[in-house]
């Protein structure tokens, strides 16, 4: 059971490049969720995705697209990298009702340059 | 979005003693989650409690839950070095599944 799968675990853009941060989970979760982790700020909800067909920005959407393609795969887009992004991104799914923990990737570790 | 506070933000303590982490908010909520994350990698969830709750238990860990001081605590019974890691608090809240993190407490347990 890999339960939340987070691809690439590094990459290293060039400020102005664009990619695509994919996610996936095999647990049958509505919910997805792309935060962001930055030192000494904790982890900041970029957006979510309550149920397949629907995203909603988070605290920090600026500079970020999602699509949720399917129930499974919640992808998190940058199209114009900027320093200033250069962060941990953390993909995490939950059943999507309250009262129930997050389940989260291991992380994709992102520089700009 | 309110934030949880946490308080200490780093706390070292020998093998075997008991670990003490607070979190403070300032808004309703409707439950309120703890999470440990090693170095390097994601966050893995230890622990809910409702807002209708005061104390909760798991294996080593105990939760508490003041509503009125809008408070939580999260005690760590017989730290092992294994333990060594990052605390978060999360706030869930009042209507959908969202949650809000703190900015961590790094416990660290020394052999």
């Known amino acids: 059971n890999a339960g939340v799968t987070q691809n690439p675990k590094f990459q290293v853009l060039k400020t102005g490049q664009s990619m695509t941060l994919q996610c996936a989970q095999d647990m049958n979760h509505n919910s997805m969720y792309w935060y962001r982790q930055d030192p000494g700020m904790g982890l900041r909800l970029i957006y979510y995705s309550a149920s397949e067909g629907t995203t909603d920005k988070g605290e920090v959407p600026n500079g970020y697209n999602v699509s949720r393609l399917n129930k499974r795969e919640f992808s998190l887009r940058l199209e114009s990298a900027a320093p200033s992004q250069t962060s941990v991104y953390f993909c995490a799914s939950s059943p999507g009702q309250r009262d129930y923990g997050y389940t989260f990737g291991s992380g994709t570790r992102l520089t700009v340059v | 979005s309110q934030q949880g506070e946490e308080d200490p933000q780093a706390l070292s303590i020998q093998e075997g003693e008991n670990a003490t982490m607070n979190c403070s908010y300032k808004?309703?909520?409707?439950?309120l989650q703890w999470y440990r994350q090693n170095s390097g990698r994601g966050l893995v969830h230890l622990i809910l409690?409702?807002?209708?709750?005061r104390e909760k238990h798991s294996g080593r860990l105990r939760v508490t839950l003041d509503t009125s001081k809008k408070s939580s605590s999260l005690l760590i019974t017989a730290s092992r070095a294994a333990d060594t890691a990052s605390y978060f608090c999360?706030?869930?809240?009042?209507?959908?599944?969202?949650?809000?993190f703190g900015e961590g407490t790094q416990l660290t347990v020394n052999p």
């Open positions: 999360a706030l869930g809240e009042t209507s959908g599944s969202r949650l809000t």
């Open positions: 409690i409702r807002s209708n709750e």
């Open positions: 808004t309703s909520i409707n439950n």
